[in-house]
């Protein structure tokens, strides 16, 4: 149980370009869904906590227009990363956090390049 | 601002010599410590949640212990699989925010 998917893995856009990314809870109903990005060798660094139905909370210093934040459905978050640029190339994790529990699973990632 | 720091930054172990990592905390009222195993290139496994001081948990080789400042995870008898690195977080009391703040990790390596 408690498994969550991204989608893509990988990508790879030109610049200028934007680029969407999609978290999806598969056994479990998600109120709050994360996303984060992780840079090589470094720790996870919270980008925005969205929740059903609501509008995204971002972390400070994160351009909200910049990365989109659609939690549509209690198993469904997007990431768009509009107007892409080479300095967003990143690893990006989202996680969902189990209804009514504390733990937050994550997804496998989305390997983002951007040339 | 909560924080989590994580030591060793990296262990290197033989192959069933047994050892702790470390996880220091300062939040304003936790409500819970996690830890998580991340594979290269891949997202954090969950792995433990502790709630309270004295609190034990355990899983296969692993087992986390919790204490009002800091916790550790004991890795006994470890094998080259569980090369990996170690995340600790921990989520702070109040409202309905449930965002975790992470530590950098510590990256085992276990050689056979």
């Known amino acids: 149980g408690a498994v969550v998917s991204q989608h893509p893995s990988r990508v790879i856009c030109k610049s200028g370009t934007s680029v969407k990314i999609e978290c999806r809870s598969l056994?479990?109903?998600?109120?709050?869904m994360f996303w984060y990005r992780q840079f090589p060798k470094q720790s996870l660094m919270l980008m925005a906590t969205?929740?059903?139905?609501?509008?995204?909370?971002?972390e400070q210093g994160v351009e909200k227009d910049k990365f989109l934040i659609n939690h549509a459905s209690l198993t469904l978050s997007t990431l768009t990363v509009t107007s892409a640029h080479p300095e967003d190339s990143s690893f990006y994790i989202c996680?969902?956090?189990?209804?009514?529990?504390?733990?937050?699973?994550f997804g496998p990632g989305t390997r983002l390049t951007v040339t | 601002e909560d924080q989590v720091t994580q030591s060793p930054e990296a262990l290197r172990l033989q192959e069933g010599e047994s050892s702790s990592l470390n996880c220091s905390y300062t939040?304003?009222?936790?409500?819970?410590l996690f830890w998580y195993r991340q594979d290269p290139g891949k997202g954090p496994e969950f792995l433990f949640t502790?709630?309270?001081a004295g609190e034990e948990k355990e899983k296969e080789r692993l087992k986390a212990t919790l204490t009002k400042k800091e916790s550790f995870l004991h890795i006994t008898a470890p094998k080259p699989e569980d090369s990996a690195t170690y995340l600790c977080?921990?989520?702070?009391?109040?409202?309905?925010?449930?965002?975790?703040?992470f530590g950098k990790g510590t990256l085992l390596t276990v050689n056979p």
């Open positions: 996680s969902a956090r189990v209804q009514d529990s504390l733990e937050q699973y």
């Open positions: 056994d479990f109903q998600a109120t709050t």
């Open positions: 969205s929740n059903e139905g609501s509008k995204a909370t971002y």
């Open positions: 939040v304003s009222g936790l409500r819970g």
């Open positions: 502790l709630y309270s």
């Open positions: 977080a921990v989520q702070a009391r109040g409202g309905s925010n449930y965002k975790l703040t």
